[in-house]
Structures are given as C-alpha cells and as structure tokens.
C-alpha cells in the first residue's frame, strides 16, 4: 500500500467521529442552506485541521526520504 493510502486510511479511521460529524452536518447544509451553516462552517474547520495535520506528516515524511 503506498503511504499517502495509508496516512489517509489511518486520519478517517482515528477521527471517525469527526469525519461522520461533518458528513451529518453537509447532509443537513444540503437540507437547508441557512439554518444549518453555522454547524457546517464549525464541522468543516474541525475536519479541515485534521485534514491539513495529517498532509503536514505526510509532507515531512516525504521531504525526509528526499522526494
């Protein structure tokens, strides 16, 4: 398996929580746009930072092996 596979199998499984959170939250944002943009804005910077966190690893181990 190559390594971004596995850094992007090992954020969804140790932020479950979050990733379905959000999921909820564009379902709802889908529904009704105004209502529930605050919830989406709030989901979305929370899986946002981990998204980011986990390119940041990912970066840094490939810098490292020098690619």
């Known amino acids: 398996m190559t390594k971004y596979k596995e850094y ?9 929580e979050a990733f379905n959170n959000f999921t909820k939250a564009h ?3 889908s529904i009704d746009n105004d209502k529930n943009q605050e919830r989406f804005n709030d ?3 929370k ?3 981990i998204i980011h966190e986990y390119e ?3 970066c840094k181990h ?3 092996a020098g690619f």
């Open 56 to 58: 940041d690893k990912l």
């Open 27 to 29: 379902f709802e944002y």
């Open 8 to 16: 992007f199998d090992k954020m969804v499984s140790e932020n479950k």
């Open 47 to 49: 899986v946002n930072k």
């Open 43 to 45: 989901e979305g910077e």
């Open 62 to 64: 490939s810098e490292g």
